[in-house]
């Protein structure tokens, strides 16, 4: 285990399999969002699910029938795991987990996000988020690195069997290694890899300083 995920967010595919490949022996997942699958369509997920299992970072939030179609097309898609907004409520959560338990996938539901105004609204219902994340039976949540401190509250709320995934390091500010030592199991890392004039050099630098 290396405990870094590549953010993908270039908008091309040439690009994105160049940075993939460089980096593939350093991180554990890809995360792809919507700038790369909008640039390049659902089927670059299956390209990069060769080089390491992907996380779509789709951040879903609707209600639990549309969830539960975009969580179909992503996993049918090749995708190994799926993100997912919490404050949507319970039973949309609970529809993402349901397809991922018969696609035997994993959820990730974010709690609270990582930029500045992801205090402004998040932060009276991080918590209820975290609870309702482990209630519900997902895989993990998303977690902030920009706060370490929450991350360890987050911690506590979701026992061990959960994991934390934390974007937020390097661009954004976080540190990488003081997430890790808050709890976090990996830390998610876009612009400081994929903006790098050596990605491969990059990542391996963020694994050898958290060493885990
Ligand atoms: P970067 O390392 O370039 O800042 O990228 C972080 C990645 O994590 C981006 O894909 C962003 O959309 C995502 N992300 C985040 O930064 N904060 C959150 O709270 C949740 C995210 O998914």
Redesign the pocket.
């Known amino acids: 285990k290396n405990c870094l995920i590549l953010?993908l967010?270039v908008t091309d595919r040439e690009n994105a399999l160049r940075i993939a490949n460089e980096v593939s022996e350093y991180v554990d997942s890809i995360?792809v969002?919507y700038p790369l699958v909008l640039g390049e369509g659902l089927g670059i997920v299956k390209e990069l699910a060769e080089l390491a299992p992907v996380i779509a970072?789709f951040?879903v939030a609707d209600i639990p029938n549309t969830d539960r179609l975009i969580c179909e097309h992503v996993f049918n898609a090749g995708a190994d795991a799926i993100?997912t907004h919490g404050f949507t409520g319970r039973d949309s959560l609970d529809s993402c987990v349901k397809v991922a338990e018969e696609y035997d996938r994993d959820v990730y539901v974010?709690t609270?996000?990582?930029?500045p105004g992801?205090v402004e609204f998040f932060r009276p219902v991080a918590e209820t988020i975290a609870q309702m994340a482990a209630d519900a039976g997902a895989t993990g949540v998303?977690a902030?690195a920009t706060r370490p401190e929450r991350v360890r509250d987050i911690r506590k709320i979701i026992g061990d069997d959960l994991h934390i995934i934390s974007?937020?390091?390097?661009?954004?500010g976080g540190s990488a290694a003081d997430v890790i030592n808050a709890g976090a199991d990996w830390v998610?890392?876009?612009?400081?890899i994929y903006n790098s004039n050596s990605p491969a050099d990059a990542a391996m630098k963020i694994c050898n300083e958290m060493k885990c």
């Open positions: 953010a967010d995360k969002g970072d951040k993100i974010v609270e996000m990582s930029h992801g998303v902030p974007p937020g390091v390097g661009a954004q998610i890392v876009g612009r400081s």
